[in-house]
């Protein structure tokens, strides 16, 4: 008896709770419903094209020039050299799988010139006896091994000194660092890339070949990052910040040009980086989003083919506020800009981004406390979750991997095992990652309005150590 009492109460509760909300209530939950959808599609198409990519490079004859999303002939000129290459490295502090990473980098193929620049801050960063010792002295001892399979890699370090030294022109310390390689390299082909990227060993030769072939007018080709979680034992902030780039990453699945530039991998033409540069040095703070709208203000294509996408093993020990930090330091971006056509895209981004989250979250919300409801929610909530991983974690792994073994094939001896040599295992296919995916995909929506929110009404960001002002959409002042 009190047990139909009990259901009774909840019953009545949310049906009045429902006439408070009324039909904007029950819009904002079918609109969330449709957002989810919408993700759920977006997701579904991304693993497609991934996957389709990676049966091209299986069944290609000339496994290397992977660069398109259609794989080149064997007629193609494979056995040429590419134009010589200076990959910039800014860095920041010594990680526990630094040194062995920057090996690997070093170790990617590519047939042409390539000289690696990491650049830091002071010679007091740690970062600087590891690159000097370790990677810059056993690299050029060990240069005319015909083992190695980058035969013409060399390697230096640069000391770029504090950003906030040069008042007249504030930047980012990573930009700044960016800048100060720049200016000394001669090399026609210019790589922007961070020190904590694993490369597939097609990656370099992939990027030119697209940048050097492709007919239409382009400013550079990107790449983009996929966060998975390893460890299945992680909070579900690790998972939620997983899922921001998740979510950023469906555009990819319908273009190979779609606009976005991630500041992680940057190839161009020399000249064009001089064009950025100019930019980049005039209050510049985030490089991805000045270069993005350098091509839009001269009318150029970002290329992004599908065969560049790097899986990225997230931090497993990220706390709520590292979750946090990493997102209003995202935010923060959209307030900066060049122009006042940059100006106009990151404010309609950042106000839509923050509609449709905000529609999304309250909408589930209503949706699992209403009656009748909450099956449709889960399942929707469910298989959003299990698209976002076979697109991002398992498609891309399987493109990751294909990649490295394709080439190995060509250039037999340099990744006998993809696992040994780059660190990595396969994402988790247990059930937990789907459940807190789950979990983070409605609860990343509200913390992502909240960051913008924050963002908007504070002029400041704490990022790398250091705090940035900005006022105009330029910084203004850096301590």
Same mark, same amino acid.
């Given at each position: 008896?009190?047990?139909?009492?009990?259901?009774?109460?909840?019953?009545?509760?949310?049906?009045?709770?429902?006439?408070?909300?009324?039909?904007?209530?029950?819009?904002?939950?079918?609109?969330? !419903?449709?957002?989810?959808?919408?993700?759920?599609?977006?997701?579904?198409?991304?693993?497609?094209?991934? @996957?389709?990519?990676?049966?091209?490079?299986?069944?290609?004859?000339?496994?290397?020039?992977?660069?398109?999303?259609?794989?080149?002939?064997?007629?193609?000129?494979?056995?040429?050299?590419?134009?010589?290459?200076?990959?910039?490295?800014?860095?920041?502090?010594?990680?526990?799988?630094?040194?062995?990473?920057?090996?690997?980098?070093? *170790?990617?193929?590519?047939?042409?010139?390539?000289?690696?620049?990491?650049?830091?801050?002071?010679?007091?960063?740690?970062?600087?006896?590891?690159?000097?010792?370790?990677?810059?002295?056993?690299?050029?001892?060990?240069?005319?091994? @015909?083992?190695?399979?980058?035969?013409?890699?060399?390697?230096?370090?640069?000391?770029?000194?504090?950003?906030?030294?040069?008042?007249?022109?504030?930047?980012?310390?990573?930009?700044?660092?960016?800048?100060?390689?720049?200016?000394?390299?001669?090399?026609?082909?210019?790589?922007?890339?961070?020190?904590?990227?694993?490369?597939?060993?097609?990656?370099?030769?992939?990027?030119?070949?697209?940048?050097?072939?492709?007919?239409?007018?382009?400013?550079? /080709?990107?790449?983009?990052?996929?966060?998975?979680?390893?460890?299945?034992?992680?909070?579900?902030?690790?998972?939620?910040?997983? =899922?921001?780039?998740?979510?950023?990453?469906?555009?990819?699945?319908?273009?190979?040009?779609?606009?976005? /530039? %991630?500041?992680?991998?940057?190839?161009?033409?020399?000249?064009?980086?001089?064009? $950025?540069?100019?930019? %980049? +040095?005039?209050?510049?703070? +985030?490089?991805?989003?000045?270069?993005?709208?350098?091509?839009?203000?001269?009318?150029?294509?970002?290329?992004?083919?599908?065969?560049?996408?790097?899986?990225?093993?997230?931090?497993?020990?990220? +706390?709520?506020?590292?979750? %946090?930090?990493?997102?209003?330091?995202?935010?923060?971006?959209? !307030?900066?800009?060049?122009?006042?056509?940059?100006?106009?895209?990151?404010?309609?981004? =950042?106000?839509?981004?923050?509609?449709?989250?905000?529609?999304?979250?309250?909408?589930?919300?209503?949706?699992?406390?209403?009656?009748?409801?909450?099956?449709?929610?889960?399942?929707?909530?469910?298989?959003?979750?299990?698209?976002?991983?076979? @697109?991002?974690?398992?498609?891309?792994?399987?493109?990751? /991997?294909?990649?490295?073994?394709?080439?190995?094939?060509?250039?037999?001896?340099?990744?006998?095992?993809?696992?040994? *040599?780059?660190?990595?295992?396969?994402?988790?296919?247990?059930?937990?990652?789907?459940?807190?995916?789950?979990?983070?995909? $409605?609860?990343?929506?509200?913390?992502?309005?909240?960051?913008?929110?924050?963002?908007? !009404?504070? +002029?400041?960001?704490? %990022?790398?150590?250091?705090?940035?002002?900005?006022?105009?959409?330029?910084?203004?002042?850096?301590?």
């Amino acid at each position: 008896m009190s047990m139909k009492m009990s259901m009774e109460a909840k019953s009545s509760l949310a049906s009045h709770v429902m006439v408070m909300l009324g039909i904007p209530g029950y819009m904002c939950m079918l609109l969330s !419903f449709l957002i989810l959808c919408s993700l759920i599609l977006g997701w579904m198409q991304l693993a497609r094209c991934r @996957s389709l990519t990676a049966k091209r490079i299986r069944n290609a004859r000339n496994h290397i020039i992977l660069g398109h999303n259609k794989p080149a002939d064997a007629d193609d000129d494979a056995s040429s050299s590419f134009p010589s290459l200076a990959v910039i490295l800014p860095v920041r502090s010594l990680k526990p799988h630094s040194i062995a990473r920057w090996k690997r980098q070093l *170790a990617v193929r590519y047939r042409g010139q390539i000289n690696f620049t990491f650049v830091v801050e002071s010679k007091t960063d740690p970062a600087y006896d590891a690159i000097r010792d370790e990677i810059i002295i056993n690299n050029n001892n060990n240069n005319n091994n @015909s083992s190695r399979e980058n035969f013409n890699a060399n390697a230096n370090i640069i000391v770029a000194g504090c950003c906030c030294s040069n008042v007249t022109s504030l930047r980012s310390q990573k930009i700044h660092n960016q800048l100060a390689a720049l200016s000394q390299t001669s090399s026609e082909l210019v790589l922007f890339l961070d020190d904590d990227m694993e490369l597939p060993s097609h990656a370099l030769e992939a990027a030119a070949h697209v940048l050097l072939t492709d007919k239409r007018p382009s400013l550079c /080709v990107t790449g983009y990052p996929c966060d998975y979680v390893a460890d299945c034992q992680a909070p579900v902030w690790a998972h939620a910040a997983a =899922a921001y780039r998740k979510v950023l990453s469906i555009p990819y699945g319908f273009s190979d040009a779609a606009g976005f /530039v %991630w500041g992680g991998f940057m190839l161009m033409h020399r000249s064009d980086a001089r064009d $950025v540069a100019r930019e %980049w +040095s005039a209050g510049g703070y +985030s490089d991805d989003l000045v270069v993005a709208g350098v091509a839009a203000n001269t009318q150029r294509v970002v290329l992004t083919p599908y065969t560049l996408a790097f899986p990225t093993i997230h931090d497993s020990t990220t +706390s709520w506020i590292a979750y %946090w930090n990493y997102l209003r330091r995202q935010c923060y971006t959209c !307030f900066t800009y060049t122009n006042a056509t940059m100006h106009r895209v990151n404010a309609t981004m =950042a106000a839509v981004h923050v509609a449709l989250s905000l529609l999304t979250g309250i909408g589930a919300t209503i949706a699992v406390t209403t009656p009748g409801w909450p099956l449709v929610a889960f399942v929707l909530i469910t298989l959003a979750s299990a698209a976002s991983i076979r @697109s991002a974690d398992l498609a891309v792994w399987e493109l990751y /991997v294909t990649g490295c073994r394709a080439a190995a094939r060509v250039a037999p001896g340099a990744w006998h095992d993809v696992d040994a *040599a780059t660190g990595f295992s396969p994402p988790p296919t247990s059930l937990v990652p789907y459940v807190k995916t789950a979990v983070a995909v $409605v609860f990343h929506q509200f913390v992502i309005a909240a960051a913008f929110a924050v963002t908007f !009404f504070r +002029s400041d960001v704490v %990022w790398g150590g250091r705090r940035y002002w900005c006022k105009g959409g330029r910084l203004s002042k850096v301590d």
